[in-house]
């Protein structure tokens, strides 16, 4: 993806044309355009056979929180192309310091978190909540890190916080054997790649971070 975007290097200008203009609106579906072309190539580089079900279930007339588990390398672009509107995602702190992309996931609405730091996670999460509220959708893996393999890792609750802070509904997501597309040396391995969107969780109906993040695992294992 970084090479990609790095290839696309000319277009920061115009996204910066658009920023200066107010244009916000339009420099979302330019970047929107741009980004969905490359998440759909790199799928088709790893060879990844995708068996898509439960879009019908995403309301479209509203921004929603992703919930997805984390397998491997390929769960943003998977998740990124497949579903029936565009998101920003909440990604670690390393990703911040990859030059370029950085600066396009910071203009595509992204927010990065340090979970060993209180106040940035803080201030990241706050981030979410106002791009929500704003109207935007947003990703989030709450176990942090890919599993690399089957079995999902833990589950922080805390950033099942953007969802109540904010008011929208949680999508949760399972993304079934995308481990198995990049092997332990890096080479491509095509493999089948399940993706469920499960029914919306309203998330006004909680006021407890811990009780609204089972219900949401509970799904997302469900079609695991």
């Known amino acids: 993806m970084w090479g990609y975007i790095l290839s696309k290097a ?9 920023n200066k203009a107010g244009k916000n609106k339009e420099k979302l579906e330019f970047m929107d355009k741009i980004i969905l072309k490359c998440t759909r190539n790199l799928i ?15 309301p479209l007339d ?3 929180l992703y919930v997805s588990n984390h397998q491997g390398n390929m769960d943003i672009p998977i998740l990124y192309s497949t579903a029936p509107q565009t998101m920003a995602f909440v990604a670690k702190k390393e990703m911040e310091k990859i030059p370029l992309l950085s600066y396009w996931m910071k203009e595509r609405g992204c927010v990065f978190i340090n979970r060993e730091n209180a106040r940035s996670s ?48 949680v999508i949760p997501v399972t993304i079934k054997d995308s481990y ?7 080479k491509n391995t095509p493999a089948k790649v ?31």
Request: avoid cysteine.
């Open 44 to 58: 088709k580089i790893s060879g990844a056979d995708l068996i898509i079900t439960g879009t019908e279930n995403i």
């Open 122 to 169: 803080l201030k990241a999460i706050n981030q979410a909540i106002e791009g929500l509220k704003s109207g935007h959708s947003i990703a989030v893996f709450p176990e942090g890190t890919r599993s690399k393999g089957p079995k999902m890792g833990e589950f922080k609750s805390g950033s099942l916080r953007i969802a109540i802070k904010s008011g929208v509904k």
């Open 180 to 186: 198995k597309l990049i092997g332990k040396k890096g």
């Open 194 to 224: 399940s993706i469920h969107y499960s029914d919306p969780i309203d998330s006004r109906n909680f006021n407890d971070t811990n009780e609204l993040a089972t219900t949401v695992l509970t799904q997302i294992k469900k079609h695991l």
């Open 10 to 18: 000319n277009k920061s200008i115009t996204i910066n044309k658009l």
């Open 62 to 64: 509203e921004p929603v």
